[in-house]
């Protein structure tokens, strides 16, 4: 009798592990499933493929200064005049400083703030 018991508990089991088995792998083969691992494959290729061309860009860029170093020190030209560096821009006006202080600017056109939110 309990060996009956043992293999009927064991041959459940079993099947209940199967049925999940295919449940899952039946899920994994749906239409929608198939689209979403496929997009996200392509993402990741994708991803790897950007990363190896910053690389190379970098290693590209990072050779071509080296030669032309060796180019320079061969021909006996040596770097050109120091470039001043770029200017920089305040994005928004600072009303804190000196400058904006002498100055006392004062529009000349009706100022009114307008928020392009309001609308919504």
Do not use: C
Not at 13 to 39: C, E, F, H, Y
Not at 56 to 85: Q, S, W
């Amino acid at each position: 009798m309990f060996r009956r018991t043992f293999w009927f508990t064991t041959g459940v089991a079993a099947g209940v592990w199967a049925t999940t088995k295919i449940n899952r792998k039946l899920k994994q083969l749906t239409p929608d499933s198939v689209a979403a691992t496929a997009a996200n494959k392509a993402l990741e290729t994708g991803q790897r493929l950007k990363d190896r061309a910053v690389e190379f860009a970098l290693d590209v860029r990072d050779n071509m200064a080296r030669r032309e170093a060796e180019l320079g020190e061969a021909l006996g030209i040596g770097a050109g005049p120091a470039l001043p560096a770029p200017r920089q821009y305040a994005a928004i006006e600072n009303r804190a400083t000196p400058l904006y202080a002498e100055k006392q600017v004062q529009r000349t056109y009706p100022y009114n703030s307008y928020n392009r939110n309001e609308d919504h």
